[in-house]
Nanobody, 117 residues
Framework: QVQLVESGGGLVQPGGSLRLSCAASGIIFRLYVMGWYRQAPGKQRELVAAITSGTSTNYADSVLGRFTISRDNAKNTVFLQMNSLKPEDTAVYYC???????????WGQGTQVTVSS
């Protein structure tokens, strides 16, 4: 059974930072493209960042230069470091695992990130 468990969300002031983590089990982690999506109230779910097994990365234009995705294959964990957070980053953030870039075959339950003063 595949499980993706996110942690690290919360409330932060504009300009602050958060680090999301996602622990994966039930998959051969190193073979999967790992990603982070988000969904804000009333908006469509969107890709935030993704990282291949070879550590190539892809970012949404809106987070480029502020967010960094990374992975630790030894610990089956993917991270999303979020800096210079803005109110428009407020959303539920989901961890995903896919067989290639652009696919999200498995989803976590999501973690809330709220950026507000």
């Amino acid at each position: 059974q595949v499980q993706l468990v996110e942690s690290g969300g919360g409330l932060v002031q504009p300009g602050g930072s958060l680090r999301l983590s996602c622990a994966a089990s039930g998959i051969i982690f190193r073979l999967y493209v790992m990603g982070w999506y988000r969904q804000a109230p009333g908006k469509q779910r969107e890709l935030v960042a993704a990282i291949t097994s070879g550590t190539s990365t892809n970012y949404a234009d809106s987070v480029l230069g502020r967010f960094t995705i990374s992975r630790d294959n030894a610990k089956n964990t993917v991270f999303l470091q979020m800096n210079s957070l803005k109110p428009e980053d407020t959303a539920v953030y989901y961890c995903t695992a896919g067989s290639n870039m652009g696919r999200a075959d498995y989803w976590g339950q999501g973690t809330q990130v709220t950026v507000s003063s």
